[in-house]
């Protein structure tokens, strides 16, 4: 009897949340909830993780080691570098078809979310260098970032696909003279020819 009390603390009447043995547990599932803080990793958005086969049982990590990549799968989007001469009728919102090298029997509609602020060469690890008197010109390319309209089907699209990007401008380039003078001769409205798309 005298070791039962003195398991309760010497207090016969303890509280139950107070006891020893309930005490010891709650600390011990603190320290677990911890641990188990301690070793999960949140990442930022959803997405689906790869590259993780260099991660061995039981290896050891220090902090700031990359250990996998993310592919995010709820905001995908298309990067399609266009030369600077396609860029002059281009615009935020305009209508884009994306169609893919792995589907090629289907089409994928986007708008353009945003135009590169600067060429891709000058944001190259090693950009061009061009010598005094030894300079070529040469058309650059200018990232644009295209939004997907539908976000389910960017789930079945790998990262690094290769796609054709075809931009729908709205502008029409307008029917040569000579042209809309023999059409206006014959009482034809001179139409203007098929919109122009940028690829």
Known sequence: MNAALS????????????????LQAAAALD????????????????????????????????????????????D???????????????????????????????????????????????FSILPAENATGNWVKVVQRVPVRIALDDQGMARQLASGLSAIAEVDTGWQRPLPAPIRTALDAVGLEAASAAEVTAK
Do not use: C
Request: overall charge negative; glycine content about 12%.
């Open 31 to 74: 320290q677990a909830r911890l641990d188990l803080a301690h070793a999960t990793v949140t990442a930022p958005a959803d997405g689906i993780v790869s590259e993780v086969g260099s991660l061995k049982v039981g290896q050891y990590l220090s902090e700031g080691t990359a250990v996998a990549s993310l592919v995010e799968t709820g």
């Open 76 to 122: 995908t989007w298309i990067e399609a570098n266009f030369k600077e001469t396609q860029l002059t009728h281009m615009s935020v919102g305009d209508a884009v078809t994306l169609t893919f090298d792995a589907y090629p029997d289907m089409a994928v509609t986007g708008t353009v979310q945003s135009l590169g602020a600067g060429t891709g060469s000058i």
């Open 7 to 22: 398991g309760l603390g010497g207090d016969p009447d303890i509280d139950v949340d107070r006891h020893p043995l309930v």
